[in-house]
């Protein structure tokens, strides 16, 4: 395979990283219709998202290359707290190689980037989600060594409100 090499992301790839960021978004809706569907004005919102994530000093982007052609990308965050332990975390926001270069070693490679990058600002812990359903990124995130700690569940408030008990009326008490 031809040489793939990893940078840091720059302005200038704003318009094939919000490329990529739809092919995502239609990859996890494919398999699990239950995650929220972009809509259309999220669709034309999605360019200035990505625009924004290079203001942001804590947030790196990194993208894949073959012959200056961006074939994937990673997108890390990095918190700094002191609420909780552990106090510096990272987070792994967005991954997405073409499906064509798949298991090739893309993803393991954009995502040593995203180590060395939180490594640099002192992480101690790092998460991330992915979709239920997505078979890909379970193997591939599992074979790094994620393992799942919480699951977010959903329902739709109608739903919610239908299987919900009737309420009590509050109970009074009067001092004798």
Known sequence: MTNISVRKATFSDVEKLTELRLLLQQHCEDPNSQIWQMTDEGRALLKRKVENDFVNESSRIFVAEIDGNIIGFAHGDVSHRTDYVPQNVGSISTVYVDSNFRRRGVGALLIRHVREFFD??????????????????????????????????KIDLKDLKREMPKASPPHTQTKP
């Open 120 to 153: 640099s600002e002192g992480v101690e812990d790092v998460t991330l989600r992915y979709i239920i359903g997505n078979e890909e990124a379970e193997r591939f995130w599992g074979k790094l060594g994620f393992k799942p700690v919480i699951t977010t569940a």
